[in-house]
Nanobody, 123 residues
Framework: QVQLVESGGGLVQPGGSLTLSCAAS????????VAWLRQAPGKGREDLLC????????YYLDSVKDRFTISRDNDQKTVRLQMNMLSLEDTAAYYC????????????????WGQGTQVTVSS
């Protein structure tokens, strides 16, 4: 059974950092690109960034380009999202997603998502 499980969310102060994890099972992560996206109440989906099979990062949202970093550990079957300099606008449910292909070509209807992890930035 294909599964993506996000973890690591929580409450963080503005300016703080948080690392999210995406645990993959049921497919071979070695050959898959994985993306992160988020959804906040009252806002549309924001696609954030993606890491390809070959460890190339593609940013989909400019506002995270200098603050968020994606990495993968195929041995642990995990993709991580390091988030720095968090602001109130980063408050959202964060999801990882994959369509099992090797490249980052945008997040479409064929992508499978996890259940999400909530990140709340508040003082």
């Amino acid at each position: 059974q294909v599964q993506l499980v996000e973890s690591g969310g929580g409450l963080v102060q503005p300016g703080g950092s948080l690392t999210l994890s995406c645990a993959a099972s049921g497919f071979n992560l070695d050959y898959a690109a994985v993306a992160w996206l988020r959804q906040a109440p009252g806002k549309g989906r924001e696609d954030l960034l993606c890491i390809s099979m070959r460890d190339t990062t593609t940013y989909y949202l400019d506002s995270v380009k200098d603050r968020f970093t994606i990495s993968r550990d195929n041995d642990q079957k995990t993709v991580r999202l390091q988030m720095n300099m968090l602001s109130l606008e980063d408050t959202a449910a964060y999801y990882c997603a994959t369509d099992f292909g090797p490249n980052c070509l945008g997040i479409g209807s064929s992508h499978v998502w996890g259940q999400g992890t909530q990140v709340t930035v508040s003082s």
